[in-house]
T-cell receptor, first 113, second 113 residues
Framework: DGGITQSPKYLFRKEGQNVTLSCEQN?????MYWYRQDPGQGLRLIYY???????QKGDIAEGYSVSREKKESFPLTVTSAQKNPTAFYLC????????????FGQGTRLTVV | DQQVKQNSPSLSVQEGRISILNCDYT??????FLWYKKYPAEGPTFLIS?????DKNEDGRFTVFLNKSAKHLSLHIVPSQPGDSAVYFC????????????FGTGTRLQVTL
């Protein structure tokens, strides 16, 4: 089945530690995105990538980093510089830059303890 | 600056009646609009979309209306069913810009028996 897989579903991190969230897609989509959802807020764009080896900052990129070494994979690292990392993180992909519907993974709930 | 606004955080509707979810936007460059449905701890799923060249798009029980002059769109669900209970996000994009979606804050729909 084609889709987007995020892992893990739940993640706990100690303050001061970096953590990497995985996102893999087998939809052959060129574009991939990371969003963050907080209670009472919409989804906010962290980073996006239109093609392999290229990515751009979204609206709230500070404290995050990404890589796009393979078309299928777009991991997100939450660094210790991120002041408020506890949130629900969503990865998405779409079939072309400027394409229409984005398909989302199931999300990763990150909690800093 | 919230470019996409959903001013009603919640809505309760009886089963069988019509649900109307509203969305306003401020960026006149937006020309593609989408509605996503989201259950707790899951990723959003695409529901229906509309291009700015149309003022209505229908898919089964779901109809989206776009009023460009008012920068307003709405999602109608008729008839509403208990399984429709979820959070609905309105999103907008500018064609040709890597499908960056700008999301509203969501409206929680509760369909009661």
């Amino acid at each position: 089945d084609g889709g987007i897989t995020q892992s893990p579903k739940y993640l706990f991190r100690k303050e001061g530690q970096n953590v990497t969230l995985s996102c893999e897609q087998n939809l052959n989509h060129d574009a991939m995105y990371w969003y963050r959802q907080d209670p009472g807020q919409g989804l906010r764009l962290i980073y996006y990538s239109q093609i392999v080896n290229d990515f751009q900052k979204g609206d709230i990129a500070e404290g995050y980093s990404v890589s796009r070494e393979k078309k299928e994979s777009f991991p997100l690292t939450v660094t210790s510089a991120q002041k408020n990392p506890t949130a629900f993180y969503l990865c998405a992909s779409s079939n072309r830059p400027g394409g229409t519907e984005a398909f989302f993974g199931q999300g990763t709930r990150l909690t800093v303890v | 600056d919230q470019q996409v606004k959903q001013n009603s955080p919640s809505l309760s509707v009886q089963e069988g009646r019509i649900s109307i979810l509203n969305c306003d936007y401020t960026n006149s460059m937006f020309d593609y609009f989408l509605w996503y449905k989201k259950y707790p701890a899951e990723g959003p799923t695409f529901l229906i979309s509309i291009s700015s060249i149309k003022d209505k798009n229908e898919d089964g029980r779901f109809t989206v209306f776009l009023n460009k002059s008012a920068k307003h769109l709405s999602l109608h669900i008729v008839p509403s069913q208990p399984g429709d209970s979820a959070v609905y996000f309105c999103a907008a994009s500018v064609a040709g810009t890597a499908s960056k979606l700008t999301f509203g804050t969501g409206t929680r729909l509760q369909v009661t028996l």
